[in-house]
């Protein structure tokens, strides 16, 4: 069925469950503020379904942060407030003013180019907005997950100049972050070794982001490795008939290796599908 027809039905389904009389108990009770919690959680889905690779999770996925983002904006319209034809409106809107390159005169020589536009017409959307000038960084919301933040922060500063001059600077620094690291833990203080551990963490985010390589997706995509792999080595050791639990960390060790010698090799240039070789604008 065509999108319009799907998405007429979808509305007409909330419609039901939120309805006074005869709607879900649940679902008539919800406001958008209680839905934020459940807008993260699917919105953390559908990234993990699309990171795994599977089309048919990710469609479930998106459906399921659709309804939630469908009750809100129907929740919003009974409220008085704004209806989902007006947010449609708004997006749409704001995409044409942020691509003159696409629906206007305005020539893009590349990429680099294209980022500076759209910063600067983001940039006077806000100052109209809030009726004030707005710094370098007044866009990067404060909520953002830290590692996407820091990496929003960087290239933030990087496109008015405030970063390394080259790379090799980058990695300097992340070694004597380290090395204060270690000074801190040997201090004994917590703050500190709290302190230079974020620092750490900070300049790391900026080699990535050099590299074309979003620190948050690459430590997603480590987790899952590492999910994968312990449970295969529980497996592994199920099937011959040991204790995982009491196996020394030299036997664990040897069943990692097993497990890891057992993975198929990743293609060349196909290892990092989660990075991107440009700054993404944010919306």
Known sequence: MKEQEQLTRFMDVVDQLIDPQKGCPWDKEQTPLSMCEYLIEECHELVDAIRSRKPGHACDE????????????RRYELDGQFSLGDALKMGADKMVRR????FGDTQCSGIDDLMRNWAAIKK??????????QGVLASVPTGLPPLTKAYRLHAKAAGVGFTWDEDEEVERQVEAEWLELLDA?????????????GDLLFTLVELGRRMGIKAGA????AANRFRTRFEAM?????????DFKALSLDEKDELWNEVKAA???EAPGQAVDFAEPVDTPEA
């Open 62 to 73: 998106m459906g399921d942060l659709l309804f939630v983002l469908l009750l809100i904006a």
């Open 99 to 102: 691509h003159p390159h696409v």
């Open 124 to 133: 006077a959307e806000k100052e109209q907005e809030q009726g004030a000038a």
């Open 185 to 197: 833990r040997a201090s004994g203080s917590d703050a500190a070794k709290e302190h230079e551990l």
């Open 218 to 221: 690459a430590a997603d995509a």
């Open 234 to 242: 529980e497996a592994l050791a199920l099937a011959k008939g040991l």
């Open 263 to 265: 993975e198929p090799r």
